[in-house]
């Protein structure tokens, strides 16, 4: 059942336009039929990234999506650019299922997967994945030793009498930043991204596509736009490429209508992103003479809904609730990973929720410093009660490590997670136990300080002294650039984070914070020198 009412978006009626299809899924050697109408239509493609569990807006995507179908004025296909398993509450849960279990009934034409998708490890994700009903696209992840990639590289699909090649690609970063997922315990390799290779296979699943008579080639990326340590990113593959039409971005949770690009001949490519947790979402229309343009829906201006997806959503969150409603604390403040102005700060600045999450690292783990990268603090806890939902919509990663480290590693660790700095970084550390200066013209770190739990004050930082660490498996096995991932390990928590939130807020706090997180604490100092 579709609920339906006008709406204006940027001033402008939207165009309600889609399609009637069936299709039959195949892999990539093969096409994806839809049956021809006899006039032909134009051709919407809705589009999603970085969802990370805000399931409220699918019921808006299908509602979309059903109303533009109802119209008989255009062709539809619904995709998503990855990051959809982990990132809240219902994800962390139930280890992704209830996520997958959405996304099933919403009936996505295509997708393809990001970097948490990983997060659980990757052979929990194609467990997830296996059963998901739509083609699942990546042309760069292999297994170890394999010659095709797991996944299909791409998927045909004909619309009237147009035929779309939808590729995937996932960020090679992946293998960095959720490096655990991709090596055993004695430090072997098991799946790749093939960083070297991710343009040129990209490009070979385009022409192939081509070969087979595909008059479109629309990329799902999951590369973003943002500089990293790979050099892989959506403009450089656009710039390194030639047979992409449109390419559909995820990963750094940009906001981009339209972005465009020279490709390798000089043709201009747009690239386009919707940012996240479903502030928009992207419609990419494709026109009878064969225009291409795309633009994004805020999601609260769509009054659009799905009576499925609603029923879906109601049922997992019922589920959900009977774990997460009880009661593990009380705040009479906002526990933030924003700054006063009310932007995201956690990933380049100081904020009273790092400071508490990274204390309660260090007081659970009985270590002389607190770590936690800022990007692994996904939302903020509004005053008022705090249930065990908030404890695991913070963090729902990890389990505590406890590991030793030099004071030369963590100087080290400290210069490398901030060198971008002001700019954002999921590695940015936020730290208990610690203070320090960053400089971001020189990109040093000076004026280290540890503290003392004995005398309660701190003292510079001695390189050849050896400190202990409570940290996430995330620092533990790979994160913060694999600057601390060859400290000794000398502690493997059974404790979730969650549940090491929940015991400090309970046990060591007594359920109230008082006054002691009001504000951040000083712990970090920027200037620009």
């Given at each position: 059942?579709?609920?339906?009412m006008?709406?204006n978006?940027?001033?402008l009626w ?9 299709f039959?899924?195949t892999?990539?050697?093969k096409?994806?039929?839809?049956a021809?109408s006899?006039h032909?239509?134009?051709i919407?493609?809705l589009?999603?990234?970085?969802v990370?569990c805000?399931?409220?807006?699918y019921?808006?995507l299908?509602g979309l ?5 109802a119209?008989d ?8 650019c990855?990051?959809?398993?982990q990132g809240g509450t219902m994800g962390a849960?139930s280890?992704g ?5 959405i996304?099933r009934n919403?009936?996505y034409?295509a ?22 009903n ?5 042309a760069?992840y292999?297994?170890?030793?394999a010659?095709t990639p797991f ?9 009237g009498?147009k035929?779309i ?5 996932c960020?090679?970063e992946t293998?960095?930043a959720?490096?655990y997922?991709?090596y055993?315990?004695m430090g072997?390799?098991l799946?790749d991204?093939?960083?070297k290779e991710t343009?040129?296979l ?10 087979k008579g595909?008059?479109?080639v629309?990329l799902?990326?999951?590369l973003?736009?943002t500089k990293?340590?790979?050099?892989i ?5 656009v710039a390194?490429?030639?047979g992409?039409d ?7 949770h940009?906001?981009?209508?339209h ?22 979402i992207g419609k990419?229309?494709i ?8 633009t994004l ?8 809904t799905n009576s499925?997806?609603n029923?879906t ?12 409603s009880?009661?593990?604390?009380y ?18 600045g100081?904020t009273n929720?790092?400071?508490l ?14 770590l936690?990268n800022?990007?692994g603090i ?5 005053a008022?009660?705090?249930?065990y939902?908030n ?6 990663f990890?389990?505590l490590?406890?590991i030793?480290a030099?004071g030369a590693?963590i100087?080290?660790?400290?210069e490398?997670?901030?060198?971008n ?7 940015f550390?936020?730290?208990?136990g610690?203070k320090?200066?960053i400089?971001?013209?020189s990109?040093?770190?000076?004026d280290?300080?540890?503290l003392?739990i004995?005398t ?6 001695d ?16 994160g913060f650039y694999?600057t601390?991932?060859?400290c000794k390990i ?18 060591s706090l007594g359920?109230?914070?008082?006054e002691?997180y009001?504000?951040?604490?000083g712990r970090?100092t920027i200037?620009?020198?």
């Open positions: 059942m579709i609920q339906r006008k709406f978006v940027n001033g939207l165009l309600a336009i889609t399609i009637a299809s069936s039959i899924t892999s990539c050697s096409d994806e039929t839809v021809s006899e032909q239509k134009s919407v493609i589009y999603e990234n970085d990370h805000g399931v409220s807006g019921t808006k299908a999506r059903d109303a533009i179908v119209t004025t255009a062709y539809v296909a619904v995709v998503s990855g990051d959809f398993l849960i280890i299922q209830y996520i997958v279990d996304m919403v009936g034409d997708i393809t997967i990001g970097n948490h998708e990983f997060d659980y490890g990757a052979p929990r994700m194609e467990k997830l994945l296996k059963d998901f739509a083609p699942v696209l990546c760069n292999f297994h170890v030793g010659t996944y299909a590289p791409y998927v045909i699909k004909q619309y009498q035929r090649a939808f590729v995937g690609v960020t090679p293998m960095i959720e490096s997922s991709f055993d315990d072997n390799l799946y991204l093939k960083p343009y040129s990209v490009q070979k699943a385009t022409d192939e596509a081509r070969s595909a008059d479109y629309v799902l990326s999951h973003g736009e990293n340590v790979t050099g990113d959506s403009p450089g593959m390194a490429t030639t992409i449109v390419l559909l971005d995820g990963h750094s940009s906001v981009i209508e972005q465009y690009e020279k490709n390798l001949e000089g043709k201009e490519i747009a690239i386009t992103q919707t940012g996240t947790q479903f502030a928009n990419l229309v026109t009878k003479d064969g225009h291409i343009s795309t829906i805020p999601a609260n201006e769509i009054a659009y499925r997806i029923t959503v109601d049922s997992v969150t019922a589920l959900m609730n009977e774990v997460t009880r009661k593990i604390g705040s009479d403040y906002d526990l933030s990973i924003n700054g006063p102005d009310g932007k995201r700060l956690v990933r380049n100081e929720l790092g400071d999450i990274s204390d309660v690292n260090r007081f659970i783990m009985n270590a002389d410093i607190g936690v800022g990007g996904r939302n903020s806890i509004p008022g009660d705090i249930t939902y404890a695991i919509d913070i963090q729902p990890d389990h490590y406890k030793e030099t590693q100087l080290n660790m400290l490398k997670c901030t060198a700095t002001p700019a954002e970084d999921g590695n550390p936020q730290v208990s610690l320090f200066t400089h971001t013209v990109h040093r770190v000076s280290v300080m540890v003392n004995d309660n004050e701190y003292q510079p930082l390189l050849a002294k050896t400190y202990t660490i409570g940290t996430t498996d995330y620092v533990a096995r790979g694999e601390l991932k060859e000398l502690v493997i928590s059974t404790l979730l984070t969650r549940d090491a939130f929940a015991s400090y807020l309970g046990e359920g109230k914070l008082g002691r009001r504000s951040p604490q970090i200037i620009e020198d």
